[in-house]
């Protein structure tokens, strides 16, 4: 993994990279006077432009949506990059090339090794294409592609190529071009056969090329065109790599991403044909997993393509095969349903085609009535609950219900937890809702358990809770690690903490003295945390403490000044994204014509928190 960006890079990338010219690539700008630009804003759809630029003092700010930030924060909205992605993204763009540093020393070694293996996959698939366009062997993968209604030009869309026959060709192709063996291998392009010599890891396979969301190559998946034992796997991908993780990749995401942020959805199929056959039916927001179950992972990367954070827009649409197989596949996704914000859906054809077949059979508007036709992710599950019954008998009707009733009372809201249980009741044929909706009730956690749940939760906030997460972590470090945490945690002040129960530990530890006074502790950790649980009147909350100095740190390398100094800039980053909040309704509220003092004042006060912002959030950049 490429260490810590270097500070001086980030900066000389955002120099290199006008927010103007950057913007402009996705907007049309024009002058308003005053040094500002105006245009319509790519983050929500508006009648009038609100979205204002200010290349003279480098930032963005939407008067509609209240979207703003720097030019690394509209590369990170518009891509759905993370910061270092972004950071990369636009070096890229400026020709700069980026060094990282590991274990505080410069690693040119780390950043060259990523760059060759990205370089290597690069020239891989372009070596792919020209096989697929030029060997005669190839003629199979062209039967194949037809077979499924694929023609040439779907083939390049898709960037499709041919792993030839025989047993090196990729390998020759690329030690030609001085990568070294030990890189293929490296970037699972090559293996050691069963003499011990380098071979291709792909033999006689048509290969879709896997890209990240920054559009690079990192793997490949390839199907099979020969039959019998030693024709392997019909599919195979990519091994495990620094490059590839196939936990972490969706294929077809980076094609799909504009148009996830533009119309608040995403389909997720299951094969890579699927994708091509969804994409070239009008619906390009399809992606599938790569090899692998959709997991917890694949679901933050749509929640980041889909920026899920309101459950009244966008839709996560899962499509499935009709067969047992995807039913249950279905249900595997239904237990990652309340990670998700938004809505989620299932879509399934009666007849059981995947969305390839069924394109290849009926046409661009079947994929298209496909997805249109999907049904609430919640009722899938259910109905796949209770068909495992005989409803033709009071028991199993009585035992559907039992079985149902659990997945009820996981939706959140009370509202829809009753109009479920009234729809359970005609699934289930009571005609009998007041029974129905008693019945589902009884099965809800008991009065004492939810008020045990909710206590626990006020001194331990949900893990993904990303603002708790940070406020916790940095309690940790002040408890477990005050040696290090020293006098930067001290500066602290209370309200930057918005847990009641982080902000009481703050002030117990403040009121032990505050952390400089428990550098003496440095030998003897359990007196400092003595200290603070003595300065804590809760019984409930000294237990808190203690769990906080003994719970491990979220670091998976020694804790360090880097790491320190990482969590105290996040906390106060936090801060000051609430205190811009804040600023922004009120700028919003403001009229620039009548109010013009206030106005220019509070804008003035806004661009200082967001460069505030961005100075605590470059501190804190990580490994890429």
Request: glycine share 10%; aromatic share 8%.
């Amino acid at each position: 993994m490429a260490g810590r960006i270097r500070d001086a890079d980030i900066a000389l990338v955002r120099e290199r990279s006008p927010i103007a010219d950057v913007i402009g690539d996705h907007v049309q700008l024009r002058p308003v006077g005053g040094g500002s630009l105006v245009g319509l804003c790519p983050f929500h759809d508006e009648k009038s432009p609100s979205f204002n630029v200010r290349p003279s003092v480098g930032f963005f700010h939407c008067f509609g949506c209240n979207e703003g930030g720097d030019v690394y924060a509209f590369i990170r909205k518009i891509d759905g990059l993370t910061f270092p992605e972004a950071v990369e993204r636009l070096a890229r763009r400026a020709g700069i090339t980026l060094t990282y540093e590991g274990g505080g020393t410069t690693s040119r070694a780390v950043t060259s090794q990523r760059q060759r293996l990205l370089d290597a996959h690069r020239l891989a698939a372009e070596f792919y294409v020209e096989q697929l366009h030029s060997s005669p062997d190839a003629r199979a993968g062209w039967e194949f592609l037809a077979s499924r209604g694929f023609d040439r030009a779907a083939a390049e869309q898709f960037g499709l190529g041919y792993a030839p026959s025989s047993w090196d060709a990729l390998t020759r192709h690329l030690l030609a071009r001085r990568f070294t063996a030990e890189e293929l291998e490296l970037g699972g392009l090559a293996k050691r056969g069963g003499r011990g010599g380098l071979i291709d890891r792909f033999h006689h396979r048509l290969l879709w090329p896997i890209r990240d969301l920054g559009g690079e190559v990192v793997g490949f998946g390839g199907r099979r065109l020969a039959e019998g034992p030693d024709a392997g796997p019909k599919y195979l991908n990519t091994a495990e790599t620094p490059l590839f993780k196939k936990a972490k990749l969706l294929y077809g995401a980076d094609l799909a991403r504009r148009e996830i942020a533009r119309r608040y959805q995403v389909v997720v199929v299951e094969g890579y044909t699927d994708v091509m056959a969804c994409h070239l039916a009008g619906v390009p927001t399809a992606v599938a997993s790569c090899g692998t179950s959709f997991g917890a992972d694949h679901v933050a990367i749509v929640r980041r393509l889909l920026m899920d954070s309101d459950a009244r827009t966008g839709e996560v649409i899962f499509t499935f095969d009709g067969d047992k197989a995807g039913q249950a596949a279905a249900l595997r996704a239904f237990e990652y349903e309340d990670r998700f914000v938004t809505q989620t859906f299932v879509a399934v054809q009666p007849d059981g085609l995947d969305p390839c077949d069924l394109w290849t059979q009926h046409g661009d508007a079947a994929v298209r009535d496909l997805v249109a036709s999907r049904q609430p992710l919640f009722e899938f599950a259910i109905r796949g609950v209770i068909d495992r019954y005989d409803l033709n008998t009071t028991e199993g009707r009585i035992a559907a219900l039992d079985a149902a009733a659990p997945l009820v009372n996981r939706l959140k809201d009370a509202g829809m937890r009753h109009r479920y249980a009234v729809n359970l009741d005609r699934w289930l044929g009571f005609l009998d809702e007041r029974f129905v909706v008693e019945r589902v009730g009884q099965h809800r956690p008991q009065a004492g358990a939810a008020e045990g749940v909710g206590a626990r939760r006020r001194l331990d906030p949900a893990p993904d809770d990303a603002t708790a997460i940070v406020e916790r972590e940095t309690l940790k470090l002040a408890l477990q690690h005050p040696g290090l945490a020293g006098p930067m945690f001290d500066t602290l002040s209370t309200e930057l903490f918005t847990v009641p129960a982080h902000r009481a530990v703050r002030e117990a530890i403040a009121v032990a003295g505050g952390v400089c006074a428990g550098l003496y502790a440095a030998g003897d950790p359990s007196g400092w945390v003595a200290a603070v649980v003595d300065a804590t009147p809760d019984e409930e909350l000294r237990r808190f403490v203690l769990a906080l100095a003994v719970e491990g740190v979220l670091c998976d390398h020694d804790v360090d000044d880097r790491y320190v100094d990482d969590q105290m800039s996040r906390v106060q980053e936090l801060h000051v994204t609430r205190r811009i909040r804040e600023l922004k309704s009120r700028v919003q509220r403001l009229n620039p014509a009548s109010d013009t003092e206030a106005y220019n004042r509070a804008f003035g006060e806004l661009i200082a928190l967001e460069e505030r912002s961005r100075q605590l959030r470059e501190r804190g950049v990580g490994a890429a």
